[in-house]
């Protein structure tokens, strides 16, 4: 289980985390029993992107027709991708003790614990994480919406490829510290404040 040992992990200076940013493509909206198809994901320090994690991963079934077109990841993209269990010591590895973002946050989380869940009985990731949609919805109330192709023409940040993991997971990292910016120039300077953070 990822567990952190710092107990004052929440007081850390936003300066001075490093958050992995990351999206999973999945064979549809619920695990179970959906699972999960590609893993993208950026290490962020400092405001700026440092180094990537991204594969394709055979979910051991079959990817539904929409959800193919809608990713473009094929049954045949997949077939001989590494299985969840095979990729997951490494991206825990990655993730480390970092601060876990993503677009939807819930959903990636939700469907990461799923996954480990499945190698490692009981095991979880503990790491805090933050949500991309809500932040940005209590820094930038008036943007129309809040979807990540949205976002990504708000702060002209380039996104391809929309709904595969890594150039989704990309966007976002841009995205996500234009929202840092946002929040250290409201005086926010730590993790708790920013998770709790209201107008």
């Given amino acids: 289980m990822v567990e952190l040992i710092e107990i004052d992990f929440e007081r850390r200076e936003l300066a001075k985390i490093d958050f992995v940013v990351f999206d999973l493509e999945t064979t549809g909206a619920k695990a179970p029993p959906c699972r999960v198809t590609e893993i993208g994901a950026y290490r962020v320090k400092n405001g700026k992107i440092i180094e990537e994690f991204q594969t394709l991963v055979n979910p051991e ?36 003790d970092s601060v876990l973002v993503a ?14 869940g499945r190698i490692f009985t009981d095991y979880r990731v503990r790491n805090p994480h933050l949500c991309t949609v809500r932040l940005s919805r209590r820094l930038f109330p008036h943007i129309e919406n809040h979807r ?3 976002l990504a023409n708000y702060f002209s940040v380039s996104l391809v490829n929309h709904h595969r993991a890594a150039p989704d997971a990309h966007a976002t990292a841009h995205i996500f510290v234009n929202l840092l910016e946002k929040l250290q120039n409201l005086g926010v300077r730590d993790l708790a404040t920013a998770r709790k953070f209201k107008f």
């Fill in 61 to 96: 079934t079959t990817i539904p027709i929409f959800i193919s077109q809608l990713t473009g990841i094929t049954n045949q993209m997949v077939k001989y991708a590494p299985k969840f269990e095979e990729v997951a010591a490494d991206f825990l590895d990655f993730i480390g």
């Fill in 103 to 116: 677009h939807n946050a819930q959903f990636d989380m939700r469907f990461l614990n799923y996954e480990i």
């Fill in 148 to 150: 990540l192709k949205t």
